[in-house]
């Protein structure tokens, strides 16, 4: 009997990276899931984001475990996408009892030098796409009188990172909207939490654009040196890690976690407020 058995799941950016991790981990405890992705590009991001064959391939995986497994493509920027996401989920599979708002992008300027559409790009996925998700699900969960919410912030919401400010305002931006949900949905069943991991072995990170950027003195920078410097840094998390803290704030065992914002750092937070 696995501890989610019955319950339906969506996830934001679900077509590969943690998201990917986090539907196998609910559906090895029992639940059907609901796979929103972009599988598209947007301009301002320099390394290709989740495509329809990361997002079919993580569907197999899903179907493969014996659960159920719905692929939506929608964008989290709009509103309507993600109101019909929810309104989809219902009609399919009936209920919602988990959200997992986890889609997002990373990009890299200065504030000085930064383009205007890429400070909108990034506000409107990373902190404008969790608020239509939460929206999009509360109405449902409110009626139920249940549901659990996790939005994957980052460890940045802690701290200031140079040519990551727009990033670092989006996630602390995600850290105030689930404190404030949670206040206001705790009378109905609902717990709202935030994962903050650091570094996280995903397609986010791990690309040519990223490691040119990190790397500014490497000619062509490989995975290799990224490895190297990642290891000299006390190494990347694995998403399957940052899936076992999402599996307790779903599951029974994390009723008493509600409106957190919990970092999940290799030790990183021991240096931030
Ligand atoms: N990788 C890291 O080091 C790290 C660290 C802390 C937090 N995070 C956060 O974790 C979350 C998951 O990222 P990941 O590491 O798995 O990276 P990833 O790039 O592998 O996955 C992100 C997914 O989100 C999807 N996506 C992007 N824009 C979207 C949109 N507008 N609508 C719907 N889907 C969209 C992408 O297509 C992709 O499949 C993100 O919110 C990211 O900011 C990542």
Known sequence: MGKLDGQVAVITGGARGQG???????????????LCDITAQVASVAYPLG?????????????????????????????????????????????????????????????????????????????TGVFHSFHAVVPHMVERGRGRIVATSS????????????????????VGLVKSLALEVAEHGITVNAVLPAGVQTDMIMNPATYRE?????????????????????????PAEVSEMILVLV???????NGEAITISGGMSANTI
């Not at 197999?60 to 497994?69: I, M, S």
């Not at 460890?155 to 995600?174: E, F, L, P």
């Not at 920078?221 to 694995?238: N, S, Y």
């Open 20 to 34: 990917r991790a986090h539907a196998m981990a609910l559906a090895a405890e029992g639940a059907d899931i609901v």
């Open 51 to 127: 495509s329809e064959q990361d997002l079919a391939e993580t569907v197999e995986l899903v179907r493969a475990t014996g659960r159920r497994c719905l692929p939506i493509t929608a964008d989290v920027r709009s509103r309507e996408q993600m109101d019909s996401v929810a309104a989809q989920t219902v009609a399919d599979f009936g209920r919602i009892d988990i959200l997992l708002a986890n889609a997002g992008i990373a990009s890299s300027a200065l504030i000085a030098d930064m383009p205007e559409q890429t400070w909108r790009d990034m506000i409107d996925i990373n902190l």
């Open 155 to 174: 460890i940045v919401a802690r701290m200031g990172a140079r040519k990551s400010g727009h990033y670092t305002a989006a996630k602390w931006g995600v």
């Open 214 to 238: 990190l790397m500014p003195d490497i000619e062509n920078p490989t995975r290799a040196d990224a490895m190297a410097m990642f290891e000299a840094g006390g190494g990347l998390i694995q």
């Open 251 to 257: 599951s029974e065992s994390g009723r008493r976690y």
